[in-house]
């Protein structure tokens, strides 16, 4: 099954924590919404330690 979950693309600027949503906009800000799944690895991605630490914690 396909998940359907999606999360607003520019929630690093706009929001304190990832904003989910299951529409194609996001419910806080009005801006798009992208598929959650995880994007490729970015060497340069300020935010990356940031995210890594929020999925640990999403799975458990
Ligand atoms: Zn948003």
Redesign the pocket.
Known sequence: MKSAIRV?A??ES??DTP?YTLTET?P??G?SAVNSAPAPYNPEDPHGEYRRALKRRESG
């Open positions: 607003c520019d929630w706009t929001h904003v996001c806080e800000c801006g």
